[in-house]
């Protein structure tokens, strides 16, 4: 069975010995059949709940500056940004090489640097040096660039919802055996049998414990972050 919506609400027909949908009727599904679709998203954002950094939901973004803007949004789709990522892209016609951005808090950034928003000569703009993360979904840039350089940071989005039949979670395929189960647990409590929905929700969190402790519960190294003068 293919690895997409519609393979997994067939999945959970197969648990329920209820009729397969097919390419052609899954956009028109009524009663049940639409349920079973709400569950497995349901269950699909249960797991996306669970933690802040899956690793399937980890993207690299490239934003291209504007020379003279210090404030950019964050993606829509951001759930959490890495500030620790954020760097300057090597580009060689523009004569940069790759350099990490150090943190400043907002409070820091607006101590030291608030006028430099507003402040239209050119001469104060350079390579950004330091980025720092607003109260609105924003960061900021100092100093001002004064070229279109490319910066480089990662986040971890939110996950989506599927829609069509040929839609493909973000989890890895291994997993969806996880998903599954979560969708059993709103089915169940769909057709009102609390005792099997109470069995599939302990294999749906045992699940999700097994995949905290592949992808989240780890430390390869300590690393020692004190700075030293």
């Given amino acids: 069975m293919a690895y997409d919506y519609l393979g997994l609400v067939n999945d959970v027909n197969r648990r329920l010995n209820e009729v397969e949908l097919t390419?052609?009727?899954?956009?028109?599904?009524?009663?049940?059949y639409s349920f079973a679709k709400d569950a497995v998203n349901a269950a699909i954002r249960h797991i996306q709940?669970?933690?802040?950094?899956?690793?399937?939901?980890?993207?690299?973004?490239?934003?291209?500056l504007v020379p003279g803007t210090v404030r950019y949004g964050f993606p829509?789709?951001?759930?959490?940004?890495?500030?620790?990522?954020?760097r300057i892209k090597r580009d060689n016609s523009l004569n940069v090489t790759t350099k990490k951005l150090k943190i400043l808090s907002y409070e820091e950034y607006l101590d030291k640097y608030a006028d430099l928003e507003y402040d239209t000569n050119t001469s104060n703009r350079s390579v950004?040096?330091?980025?720092?993360?607003?109260p609105s979904r924003e960061f900021m840039l100092y100093p001002n660039p004064d070229k279109a350089y490319e910066l480089i940071y990662e986040y971890y989005t939110t996950g989506f919802d599927l829609e069509n039949a040929t839609d493909?979670?973000?989890?890895p395929e291994?997993?969806?055996?996880?998903?599954?189960?979560g969708a059993m647990y709103?089915?169940?409590?769909?057709?009102?049998?609390?005792?099997?929905?109470?069995?599939?929700?302990?294999k749906f969190e045992d699940g999700i414990k097994y995949l905290r402790s592949i992808h989240i519960n780890r430390t390869d190294y300590l690393r020692d972050t004190r700075v030293h003068y």
């Fill in 23 to 32: 390419s052609g009727n899954f956009s028109t599904t009524t009663g049940y």
């Fill in 76 to 86: 829509y789709d951001a759930k959490t940004i890495n500030m620790n990522t954020f």
């Fill in 49 to 64: 709940h669970e933690e802040f950094e899956w690793p399937w939901n980890h993207v690299e973004e490239i934003e291209a």
């Fill in 186 to 202: 709103y089915v169940y409590q769909f057709r009102g049998d609390l005792q099997a929905a109470q069995l599939s929700l302990s």
């Fill in 128 to 134: 950004p040096t330091h980025v720092a993360r607003t």
């Fill in 168 to 171: 493909v979670p973000n989890l």
């Fill in 174 to 181: 291994q997993y969806k055996y996880v998903i599954v189960d």
